[in-house]
């Protein structure tokens, strides 16, 4: 599967898939739509961004390209991390960029401060949406899977949109 940056500064630069996991990485289609509307609101420049469920960076990275501030990455698998940090090297990024390893649930509670946007992009299938989002420490968050997503107490959904197999939803606190 050949990933690149859509847009911005890094627009164009290939990025690497891990092999032999069951990634999914989000298609340019759905990351195009999801970033026009996060530039398009204006919450994106300057944003300190959090991608979770990281897997080659791509939302992150993508974000950092059409200009966020800073991205903390978490991911737990070693096949992915090191993706991740391969196309962190190849952007030219790494100074923006702070990678957690690890599993996001278990990681989120001790990550100091709070961030603009938060990235989630969990293997289809995850349910734990109210779980996850109440440990969010952000103030928007861009959900993405292959079911409606409901956010819970808290959050209002912003925007929902369907492409073909993938819900996104972009969701802030209430």
């Given at each position: 599967m050949?990933?690149?940056i859509i847009a911005g500064v890094a627009r164009g630069r290939r990025l690497?898939?891990?092999e032999g996991l069951d990634v999914r990485p989000?298609?340019?289609r759905v990351r195009e739509a999801v970033f026009n509307s996060l530039c398009g609101s204006g919450c994106l420049e300057g944003a300190e961004v959090?991608?979770?469920f990281a897997g080659s960076g791509a939302l992150g990275l993508e974000a950092l390209s059409r200009g966020a501030a800073s991205v903390t990455f978490v991911e737990r698998a070693r096949p992915a991390l090191a993706a991740l940090e391969a196309n962190i090297a190849a952007t030219g990024f790494g100074d923006r960029c702070r990678v957690v390893p690890g599993d996001v649930m278990e990681e989120l509670p001790g990550l100091p401060g709070s961030y603009d946007v938060a990235l989630c992009d969990p293997p289809y299938r995850f349910?734990?949406?109210p779980e996850l989002l109440a440990l969010i420490p952000a103030d928007l968050v861009m959900a993405e899977s292959d079911q409606p997503v409901v956010p819970g107490p808290?959050?209002?959904v912003?925007?929902?949109?369907?492409y073909a197999s993938t819900v996104v939803v972009i969701a802030g606190r209430r």
């Open positions: 050949t990933l690149r690497s898939v891990p989000s298609t340019g959090l991608d979770l349910d734990a949406w808290g959050w209002v912003i925007k929902q949109r369907r």
